[in-house]
Nanobody, 120 residues
């Protein structure tokens, strides 16, 4: 069982920045971030696998996912935040095949989530 714990959420004004971190109890090949807005399904945000990064179109150029293997942590740097980025952000870990990288059911392990609120 892999334990994931997110931190770094909060309230920020539009255009601001936040950095989310996820501490993992052990390393997994793929680490990802998903988010779930009010009344919405959980959606893919970003993933890091074998040194490659993947992003959903709406965050490209604004968010950066990175990994510190020595500390077993994965971070999500979020810049130029928009009100539509408001959601609970979840860290996920697993071994999905590449075609399922953006599918939440492909991940075995999840954190408890951290709230990000962007005010206009």
């Amino acid at each position: 069982q892999v334990h994931l714990e997110e931190s770094g959420g909060g309230l920020v004004q539009a255009g601001g920045s936040l950095r989310l971190s996820c501490a993992a109890s052990e390393r997994r090949p793929t680490m990802a971030w998903f988010r779930q807005g009010p009344g919405e399904e959980r959606q893919f945000v970003a993933a890091l696998r074998s040194g490659y990064t993947y992003y959903t179109d709406s965050v490209k150029g604004r968010f950066t996912i990175s990994r510190d293997n020595a500390k077993n942590t994965v971070s999500l740097e979020m810049n130029s935040l928009k009100p539509e980025d408001t959601a609970v952000y979840y860290c996920a870990a697993g071994s999905p095949i590449l075609s399922n990288l953006r599918t939440n059911s492909a991940y075995y392990y999840w954190g408890q989530g951290t709230q990000v609120t962007v005010s206009s």
